[in-house]
């Protein structure tokens, strides 16, 4: 299984798509995240996010290799910002190729899940009354 795994001021879904099609792939699943303009009710302005960026690469590869244990996929990429976001833009790209779609929904699913629960990124949201500080797991 081919990966590309990145952390960086931006990530696009075209990067991550081009990285995984391959004639082999009869299922591409991509899941983009991206800054919504509102939380409970209160109008975001922007995020920022921060990460310790060699334990943040680590948790990606563990995620990556427990993908290719699980599941028959042939490539998949996962890609985080970090810095400044507002509100619109894209955050977190996780791309999945398999030869079946089954595959590649769940090994999608599982990679963006077991992200937000494991890898060392912060977020803060910033409201017109202030910020917060954001647990991406717990």
Not at 18 to 32: A, L
Not at 33 to 54: H, S
Not at 91 to 120: G, M, N, S, W
Request: charged fraction near 20%.
């Amino acid at each position: 299984m081919e990966q590309l795994i990145r952390i960086g001021p931006t990530v696009t879904a075209q990067e991550a798509i081009d990285f995984v099609q391959s004639p082999e792939s009869g299922g591409i699943v991509t899941f983009i995240g991206a800054v919504r303009n509102q939380t409970q009710q209160k109008k975001v302005l922007k995020l920022f996010f921060e990460c310790y960026e060699p334990m943040a690469l680590l948790e990606l590869e563990k995620i990556a290799q427990t993908v290719r244990e699980r599941w028959h996929v042939q490539r998949i990429a996962m890609l985080h910002v970090t810095g400044e976001k507002l509100p619109g833009e894209t955050v977190v790209v996780i791309a999945v190729a398999a030869p079946h779609r089954a595959a590649a929904f769940e090994a999608c699913q599982y990679a963006i899940d077991t992200l937000k629960e494991a890898v060392p990124i912060w977020k803060q949201e910033f409201f017109e009354d202030g910020a917060v500080w954001v647990a991406a797991h717990p």
